[in-house]
């Protein structure tokens, strides 16, 4: 599911001598050195106090049907934390929901920005790891091409930058207000919540979210707890990657009372 890309047009052009000496030295000085870091999903599921989080993971679901017939979209961007998708989305099927991710519509930066994107962007949204870019994975609709009527249920994976890139994308905004006044559930997690702010739903609602964005939830018109996940009325939080199984099974109760 995930796929590894490289950017090599710079080392191209160095290969190929394009790049003078003394623009090569000031490159070298705008540049970070580069550091890849090993973060595998078993490292967390195998840290101390996360006994549960593994078991939720690694104990066999035995009803398959809990949640056949209902369709669940996920809506993400670049930048979404890996196991905040991942693991809820294999949990939902497992149940029998039908999941799609749904993500913006591909708009590359102005020219000017000096960004590279890999083709694979138009298809794929990246994952990562606690700011750690770590893979892609393919996505099954743009947000312009959903209707409310389409699903039972949203969720939103948190990321330091996947919220950003959903806040800002009209589509998404109106997806999740017209989704919202439908009363159907919004589920949201870690950084996540923002986008619910941004989408101005939260005026009066009890939540939780990222210690770093809780601040911004209060100022939406939150009450923001301290849990691990936060259930009032059709919306859904949760804080962190290590609330995962709670804030999945919030959302399977939900779904099976609505």
């Given at each position: 599911?995930?796929h590894?890309?490289v950017?090599?047009?710079a080392?191209v052009k160095?290969a190929a ?10 490159l070298n000085q ?10 595998p999903?078993?490292q967390?599921?195998?840290a ?6 593994r078991a939720?993971?690694?104990?066999p ?6 949640l056949?017939?209902?369709?669940i979209?996920?809506l993400?961007a ?5 196991i905040?998708?991942?693991g ?14 749904v ?8 020219e000017?920005?000096g960004l590279?994107?890999p ?6 949204i990246?994952?990562?790891q606690?700011?750690?870019?770590v ?9 312009d091409q ?14 330091a930058w ?8 009209k589509?998404v ?13 919004i ?18 609602k009890?939540l939780t ?11 939406a018109?939150g009450?923001?707890l301290e849990?691990?996940v936060v259930?009032?009325?059709n919306l859904?939080?949760?804080r962190h990657p ?8 919030a ?8």
């Amino acid at each position: 599911m995930m796929h590894a890309v490289v950017n090599t047009k710079a080392q191209v052009k160095v290969a190929a001598g394009q790049i003078k000496s003394h623009e090569l030295e000031v490159l070298n000085q705008l540049t970070s050195p580069s550091a890849v870091v090993n973060m595998p999903v078993s490292q967390l599921l195998n840290a101390p106090g996360n006994e549960a989080l593994r078991a939720f993971f690694f104990t066999p679901v035995t009803n398959r049907t809990v949640l056949k017939g209902k369709k669940i979209a996920v809506l993400a961007a670049d930048g979404f934390e890996e196991i905040e998708l991942s693991g809820p989305v294999w949990y939902f099927r497992e149940l029998g929901a039908q999941v799609e991710i749904v993500a913006p519509k591909f708009n590359p930066a102005p020219e000017r920005y000096g960004l590279s994107t890999p083709e694979m962007a138009k298809t794929h949204i990246m994952a990562i790891q606690y700011l750690q870019p770590v893979g892609w994975i393919k996505f099954d609709r743009t947000a312009d091409q959903i209707k409310v009527g389409d699903y039972d249920a949203i969720f939103i994976p948190g990321g330091a930058w996947n919220p950003d890139n959903l806040r800002f994308d009209k589509d998404v905004i109106r997806f999740i207000q017209d989704f919202n006044k439908s009363g159907k559930l919004i589920a949201a997690i870690c950084h996540a919540p923002v986008v619910l702010a941004s989408a101005d739903i939260l005026k009066g609602k009890k939540l939780t979210g990222y210690w770093n964005i809780q601040v911004d939830l209060k100022n939406a018109g939150g009450t923001v707890l301290e849990e691990p996940v936060v259930v009032d009325g059709n919306l859904i939080t949760s804080r962190h990657p290590i609330d995962v199984a709670d804030f999945s099974r919030a959302v399977e109760t939900w779904l099976t009372k609505h």
